[in-house]
């Protein structure tokens, strides 16, 4: 238990579907990430947002909505993805501003599928 | 941040001691080294992560090199758990909550 609780664990959908992965953090930090692992490729950060605010994007498709409404949880929403978007979803959590000592707990990741 | 290796994948014995490098020959002054695990199928682990000094912690040993051009992650005693693919990282002090992830090390712990 990493005290970052990601739902659902597996999720299906198709093409023209609206879903949303879920985040929460028991941990007080005011940091929350959207990373995206697809098979056989190293993790890649999707968004950062720190203490609510959204602090980086790197050049997601908008079809990836994020949302922050607190420091405690963070929501991806999904619209009109594409079989290629098909990977794990991983969160994480950290408390900022500690420059490179900052850890980084993560979830147990959203294992998407679209078809 | 700098670049890392690491090799692709090794084996080892349980109960025997793990000791998986890496390079960065890269690396700045103010650069740390980070170690992460990611078991299959979970979110990766915080393992240890080090400036110049060797490091413990329940976890592993953290040994860099004087140069801090490389470093090895030791596990002391390796079991069948911590078969994962373990990532090195270096990070900038300044560079806030980034943290890039490579390809890493499938490392296997055999009965």
């Known amino acids: 238990e990493t005290g970052v609780t990601q739902t659902p664990r597996h999720l299906v959908m198709g093409m023209t579907n609206k879903k949303s992965l879920k985040c929460e953090q028991h941990?007080?930090?005011?940091?929350m990430y959207w990373y995206k692992q697809s098979a056989k490729k190293p993790l890649e950060l999707m968004f950062v947002y720190n203490f609510k605010e959204q602090t980086e994007n790197n050049s997601v498709p908008s079809r990836f909505s994020p949302e922050c409404p607190n420091s405690s949880h963070l929501f991806l929403h999904l619209h009109t993805l594409q079989p290629e978007d098909s990977a794990l979803y991983l969160c994480a959590s950290s408390q900022a501003k500690q420059g490179a000592r900052e850890k980084l707990f993560f979830g147990s990741g959203t294992q998407l599928s679209v078809l | 941040d700098a670049k890392t290796t690491q090799p692709t994948s090794m084996d080892c014995a349980e109960g025997r001691a793990a000791n998986l490098p890496c390079n960065h020959s890269?690396?700045?002054?103010?650069?740390?080294v980070y170690w992460y695990r990611q078991i299959h199928s979970q979110g990766p682990q915080y393992i240890i992560h080090?400036?110049?000094n060797n490091e413990t912690n329940e976890m592993a040993s953290l040994i860099i090199t004087e140069d801090r051009k490389s470093s090895t992650l030791i596990l002391p005693h390796a079991t069948l758990r911590d078969t994962a693919v373990y990532y090195c990282i270096v990070r900038v002090e300044t560079s806030g909550s980034r943290l890039t992830f490579g390809e890493g090390t499938q490392l296997t712990v055999n009965p």
């Open positions: 890269t690396i700045s002054g103010n650069e740390y």
């Open positions: 941990l007080g930090h005011n940091a």
């Open positions: 080090g400036l110049k």
